[in-house]
């Protein structure tokens, strides 16, 4: 008991005099490590709509949402809350327009609207989530039917 308590003391002691272990997190930050699987970033220009990044997700995190393939008009809906972050969407990719960032990697949230992400141009999401609103009120064919 006697050497117990003496190893502690001097723990004690030697940690008064020791830097922190700790980080004081968000304010001191290092930064990510190379290969870091972080968000999905994904490149429209470069896609040809070939999806498989959607077949080999195992996760079933992307839809790739095609509305004119023959001007590559194409939106994807990547769903951050169901990535397991593998990287087999980039790995199948042929065109190399998929890729996790090793930045973006601080996705907590306390609601599930941030981890619902849509990619492409501008005016391709916002036809495609105005195309959903009318089809979820009853106005009009879903996603996919003409």
Known sequence: ??????TMVGDVVRSVFKK??????PFERKPAPVAFRGKLVWEPEKCAGCMLCVKDCPANAIELIVLDKVNKRFVMRYHADRCIYCAQCAVSCRFKCLDLSDEEWELASTGKEPFTVYYGKEEDIAFLLEKMARDNAGEGPSCGEE
Do not use: C, D, N
Request: hydrophobic fraction near 35%; proline fraction near 8%; glycine fraction near 8%.
């Open 1 to 6: 008991m006697r050497k117990r308590l003496g």
């Open 20 to 25: 922190p272990a700790t980080q004081l997190y």
